[in-house]
């Protein structure tokens, strides 16, 4: 039946239908966006700290599925689902933000140190450090993922665990390059020094005091200890 053909009440309820499916779609392309980048982020943290934080697998599905239902024109269920599904989503978004939280910090505290001690011994290139402290800093991890508007689920995906993998080669060649350098009696105190934890003279063994005198960065450690 053709628009004219139908009663006024008939056209408010196209309507009608027409807004809650915009509606619907609305809520879901934000969920959907959220989980997407939820679970990029988690690619990216496992390339970098090495660790897999854990999540409900069922939630990726419950989006999948409550999208289907769109397309069906499934608007009851979906409501009847949304709000569980909203919760599940964001629940998974937590857990995966605090966790990246806490390895920034850790790791964060790694790369001040580094930053300090190479302001002494301009060992390593200051602009690496620089993209490493950055990115712990700021977590400015999407112009790095989302370089192609068209790019699917998957490409994204390699491109998360690319620069992930990337950023944990600069930190582990920086930190060897780094502390590295020095002999293993020496390498933790040095750390330690330059994080600005103070040592006590008498905390250093004999060989220790010798090898941290012949290091390039023995007159730091002589006003540090004093």
């Given at each position: 039946?053709?628009?004219e053909g139908k009663?006024?009440?008939a ?6 239908e027409?807004?809650?499916?915009q ?16 679970l990029l982020q988690?690619e990216?943290a ?9 999540l409900?697998t069922?939630?990726r599905?419950?989006v999948?599925e409550?999208m289907?239902l ?6 009851e ?7 569980a599904?909203?919760?599940d989503?964001?629940?998974?978004e937590?857990?995966?933000q ?6 920034r ?7 001040t140190?580094?930053q ?9 290139d200051?602009?690496?450090?620089r993209?490493l402290?950055?990115?712990l800093?700021d ?7 989302y ?10 995906a390699?491109?998360?665990r ?5 950023m944990?080669e600069?930190?582990?060649e920086l ?13 933790s105190?040095?750390e330690?020094?330059?994080d600005?934890?103070?040592?006590s003279?008498?905390?250093l063994e004999?060989?220790?005091r010798?090898?941290l005198?012949?290091s390039?960065i023995?007159?730091?450690?002589e006003l540090?200890?004093?």
């Amino acid at each position: 039946m053709s628009t004219e053909g139908k009663s006024l009440e008939a056209r408010l309820l196209d309507v009608q239908e027409q807004y809650r499916r915009q509606y619907l779609a609305d809520e879901l392309d934000e969920l959907a966006e959220t989980m997407e980048e939820t679970l990029l982020q988690r690619e990216l943290a496992s390339a970098f700290f090495d660790e897999r934080v854990e999540l409900d697998t069922s939630v990726r599905r419950s989006v999948d599925e409550v999208m289907d239902l769109l397309e069906q024109n499934e608007y009851e269920e979906i409501e009847d689902r949304l709000d569980a599904l909203e919760s599940d989503i964001e629940s998974a978004e937590t857990t995966v933000q605090n966790r990246i939280q806490e390895l920034r910090l850790m790791h964060n505290s790694t790369v001040t140190a580094m930053q300090r001690l190479n302001d002494r011994v301009e060992r390593v290139d200051e602009l690496r450090l620089r993209a490493l402290g950055g990115l712990l800093n700021d977590w400015r991890w999407k112009e790095h993922v989302y370089a192609d508007d068209d790019a699917t689920y998957e490409e994204l995906a390699q491109n998360a665990r690319g620069y992930g993998q990337e950023m944990r080669e600069a930190f582990d060649e920086l930190q060897e390059e780094l502390f590295g350098h020095y002999p293993s009696e020496i390498r933790s105190l040095i750390e330690r020094m330059i994080d600005d934890e103070r040592l006590s003279y008498a905390d250093l063994e004999p060989e220790q005091r010798t090898l941290l005198a012949e290091s390039d960065i023995g007159e730091f450690i002589e006003l540090t200890l004093s």
